[in-house]
């Protein structure tokens, strides 16, 4: 079984900055790829940004230049960086991590508004 414990969304003002993180317990298997996905309301869910286990990246084209994604895999905890935040970046933020299968967490609001 792995869970999944996200933390860090909340509210901000446009051009502000937030953190999310993302700790994963897992029994037995080696995580891989850990990142992130959001969903706005009335809309699928997009990718937001990848990171594997050997560091190699991937980010959404509307959060490049803006999203940092890293991890530590001695703490299993993956963390997205959010800067210059904009209204459209208002979205549930899913945590997400291959471990021998996907899973995902339970996701995180972030509400972008002045």
């Known amino acids: 079984q792995v869970q999944l414990v996200e933390s860090g969304g909340g509210s901000v003002q446009p051009g502000g900055s937030l953190r999310l993180s993302c700790a994963a317990s897992r029994s037995g298997f080696s995580i891989g790829t850990m990142g992130w996905y959001r969903q706005a309301p009335g809309k699928q869910r997009e990718l937001v940004a990848l990171?594997?286990?050997?560091?190699?990246?991937d980010y959404g084209d509307s959060v490049k230049g803006r999203f940092t994604i890293a991890r530590v895999n001695a703490l299993n905890t993956v963390y997205l960086q959010m800067n210059g935040l904009k209204p459209e970046d208002t979205a549930d933020y899913y945590c997400?991590?291959?471990?021998?299968?996907?899973?995902w967490g339970q996701g995180t609001q972030v509400t972008v508004s002045s």
């Open positions: 997400y991590v291959n471990v021998g299968g996907d899973y």
């Open positions: 990171i594997s286990n050997n560091g190699t990246t």
